[in-house]
């Protein structure tokens, strides 16, 4: 995985910037925006079978997002893992 945990690179055309809840404007500034920042958080993967990273947006924007998977990877494998919504609002 990415070592960068949400790049949101693929999302960054149908997301609104900037957002403006707390604590928005640290994750809006790590935000990949460039081709080559988002293939870098890759570059020290050699024989990996498996390679990703977990941008949860991505499903949210899922009509821009997928076409731009199938643009830079082709054969990638799209893997959802969905959290129980009580979990989830509790942790928000």
Not at 3 to 11: I, N, Q, R, T
Not at 20 to 49: C, M, Q, T, W
């Amino acid at each position: 995985m990415s070592y960068l945990k949400e790049p949101k690179f693929l999302s960054i055309t149908a997301n609104k910037f900037p957002h403006n809840g707390p604590g928005d404007k640290k994750v809006d500034d790590g935000v990949i925006k460039s081709r080559d920042e988002y293939l870098n958080l890759f570059k020290d993967a050699e024989h990996e079978k498996v390679i990703g990273e977990s941008s949860a947006d991505y499903l949210y924007f899922h009509n821009s997002v997928i076409p731009s998977i199938k643009t830079i990877s082709p054969n990638a494998k799209i893997l959802i893992i969905l959290r129980s919504p009580v979990d989830r609002a509790y942790s928000a």
